[in-house]
């Protein structure tokens, strides 16, 4: 560390991490030293930032910079988009440094009252990304306002799923765009968006398998194809590249609708499509781990909603757990017909009125007092 003049001008010199730093002073001696101490101290106290003495940019700027740079090239593109336009509207051009916890706190409240608390989450999740991203970027050294706020609580216990009678009518009112999607979704539990990205390509029905590439997870997975599935692509497949079904998010969700409301369907959701494969899985085949696989879950816990509808997976358990008493529990568990005198270890009381209740000599069990008469159950043996 040294302090050198140039130009009439006093600068510092020292190192931080390896790297070398030059600061310009001022015409001031006295000054450099006191400034170079300063910077000796912060550096030894892990409270050294080197970019906060450049302007703070602002929140419009660096969350352009995140759309381009960042979340147009993740899988869930279409959510951060429609995230960062009331972002920008709020924060505006308001700059990082002066952004705090409670304007944070503010704007999801704002959020989850004209929405809901699962779309506050998401607001969260793509604020804190613009600030984690501005700091790797070396345009905020400040601590993250948005890593110190809480999600809301979300209660995602909704499971709606179709039974087989309102399967059968949905597919008689679907028109002939929609019903293949439909039937595949049923068959494969894939996503809205899976399905809409699927290519001939994707198919492999040789090996019986269709890829899917374009996750939430972002992790790829593969679903084996069925008969009734290789029968429905075979009978659609007009040619070996491009999109499997060329129909718009917007126009599928229209014709959607329409079915339902043919087939009298209420509160349902084409995501319940994938919901109606999990469940009608699990209860065939009471195989949850299939299921988390066959539904691309990172977590057991995302599957787990489905346990309940595994009606004997739980008899099956319980079934192998009994049979391993089998040798064990051969005797009656109670016979009323056994004296209490002849087994020994079994258990006898004495009068209970008097709370006479003695061990025998041989300390084989407990008996009553003598001549007292045995109360309640005479005798329990395994």
Request: glycine share 6%; proline share 5%.
């Amino acid at each position: 560390m040294a302090i050198f003049k140039r130009q009439n001008v006093w600068w510092i010199d020292y190192y931080v991490c390896g790297k070398r730093k030059r600061e310009k002073i001022g015409p001031s001696h006295k000054l450099a030293e006191e400034v170079l101490h300063k910077r000796k101290v912060e550096i030894a106290e892990g409270k050294f930032f080197p970019n906060r003495h450049k302007s703070a940019s602002k929140f419009n700027v660096v969350a352009d910079l995140y759309w381009e740079n960042h979340a147009k090239h993740k899988p869930s593109i279409k959510a951060a988009y429609y995230t960062l336009k009331p972002l920008k509207a709020f924060f505006n051009d308001k700059p990082l440094d002066q952004i705090t916890t409670l304007d944070v706190v503010k704007y999801l409240n704002g959020v989850r009252e004209r929405a809901s608390a699962a779309t506050a989450n998401r607001h969260h999740n793509v604020l804190r990304a613009i600030f984690n991203r501005a700091i790797d970027w070396e345009l905020f050294s400040g601590q993250n306002p948005a890593s110190k706020v809480k999600q809301f609580r979300v209660e995602n216990s909704r499971t709606r799923f179709l039974e087989n009678q309102d399967i059968t009518r949905l597919l008689a009112v679907c028109d002939h765009e929609i019903r293949p999607i439909v039937i595949v979704a049923l068959l494969t539990g894939m996503r809205h968006g899976e399905i809409l990205n699927l290519r001939w390509e994707h198919i492999d029905l040789a090996n019986g398998v269709v890829h899917v590439l374009k996750t939430k997870s972002g992790e790829p997975r593969e679903i084996p194809i069925m008969p009734r599935l290789r029968a429905l692509l075979e009978s659609i497949r007009r040619g070996d590249g491009g999109r499997i079904f060329a129909i718009s998010s917007r126009a599928l969700n229209r014709h959607f609708s329409k079915a339902l409301h043919l087939a009298g369907i209420q509160d349902f959701r084409f995501h319940d499509l994938r919901h109606t494969f999990a469940s009608h899985f699990v209860m065939r085949t009471n195989d949850l781990p299939a299921t988390q696989k066959l539904l691309g879950h990172k977590s057991p816990r995302m599957t787990q909603r489905y346990a309940h509808l595994s009606k004997g997976h739980l008899q099956v358990e319980m079934q192998v757990f009994e049979s391993g008493w089998a040798n064990i529990l051969k005797a009656p568990i109670f016979d009323p017909q056994i004296a209490p005198a002849s087994q020994p270890g079994g258990i006898t009381r004495g009068n209970p009125e008097r709370g006479e209740v003695h061990a025998n000599n041989t300390g084989d069990g407990i008996q009553s007092a003598e001549g007292a008469e045995p109360q309640g159950p005479k005798h329990l043996r395994l």
